[in-house]
């Protein structure tokens, strides 16, 4: 992982917003909008990377935005994570200088969220996981999720955790 970060400005907090994702939040029932009271801006990847060269960012480590993707089937989340990551992975794979990214987890499925960890790190080259500190009101150091801080820790991953969203809707 640290070969990856080795390029100077990083940006850790940016949201690749591509049509994977819009499409993703349509099959999982989530209206961005009611779920957080704003839309999914409009975003692409050569806008990216043209804001990343004017204000002297090296590279970006990606992970999606807001709202969550867990809200009552893990089947689907699990499903819907899948999809999310392998985009996000073949957009850092055509931009490999540039980008990098943090996978989704479909949590609180933690089985889910173990398997989807070793097949984004293992496969798809992520670079860590992103998790919210509270999904379906199991909150981030509950014991259900030591299975994945332990295999995070030892794949020495980063995580992140969006700052001040102290709840996600729960189903």
Not at 145 to 162: G, I, N, W, Y
């Amino acid at each position: 992982m640290s070969e990856k970060l080795n390029h100077g400005t990083v940006d850790f907090h940016a949201h690749p917003v591509d049509d994977v994702f819009r499409r993703e939040m349509g099959f999982l029932g989530l209206d961005p909008m009611a779920e957080d009271g704003f839309p999914l801006p409009a975003w692409d990847t050569r806008a990216q990377l043209d804001f990343m060269d004017e204000a002297g960012i090296d590279f970006t480590v990606l992970s999606v935005p807001t709202p969550h993707i867990h809200h009552g089937s893990d089947e689907k989340s699990c499903a819907a994570a899948r999809r999310i990551n392998e985009s996000t992975a073949a957009l850092c794979a055509a931009h490999p200088d540039r980008f990098a990214f943090a996978a989704v987890l479909p949590l609180p499925c933690v089985e889910g969220a173990l398997q989807e960890t070793a097949y984004d790190m293992d496969t798809l080259g992520a670079v860590g996981v992103k998790v919210v500190t509270n999904s379906n009101e199991v909150y981030l150091g509950d014991p259900s999720f030591d299975p994945l801080m332990e295999v995070t820790a030892v794949a020495r991953s980063s995580s992140s955790t969006p700052a001040g969203q102290d709840s996600v809707r729960k189903t």
